[in-house]
Nanobody, 118 residues
Framework: QVQLVESGGGLVQAGGSLRLSCAAS????????MGWYRQAPGKQRELVAD???????DYADSVKGRFTISRDNAKNTVYLQMNSLKPEDTAVYYC????????????WGQGTQVTVSS
């Protein structure tokens, strides 16, 4: 099992910034990719950004140039720096840890609320 603990959500005005953190523990050797997804009310969960153990990143088009994902391998922690936030970024953000080859290895955090006011 892998446990994921998220932090850093909150309320911010449009144009502001937030940084999300996700610390992983447990059988982390089974994980080779970590990322962030989000789910707004009435919408499906969508990928925001992810990063592999080798450092390759992928971003949703809607956040490119505004959000940056990074990881600290020594701390088993992944970060999402969110700048120039928009009201449409409002959602519950979920940390994800997975194995890109062994698809059954897939873990989720409990979610953290991000609310951007206009």
């Amino acid at each position: 099992q892998v446990q994921l603990v998220e932090s850093g959500g909150g309320l911010v005005q449009a144009g502001g910034s937030l940084r999300l953190s996700c610390a992983a523990s447990g059988r982390i050797f089974s994980i080779n990719s970590m990322g962030w997804y989000r789910q707004a009310p009435g919408k499906q969960r969508e990928l925001v950004a992810d990063i592999t153990s080798g450092g390759s990143t992928d971003y949703a088009d809607s956040v490119k140039g505004r959000f940056t994902i990074s990881r600290d391998n020594a701390k088993n922690t992944v970060y999402l720096q969110m700048n120039s936030l928009k009201p449409e970024d409002t959602a519950v953000y979920y940390c994800n840890a997975r194995n890109v080859v062994r698809s059954w290895i897939n873990y989720w955090g409990q979610g953290t609320q991000v609310t951007v006011s206009s």
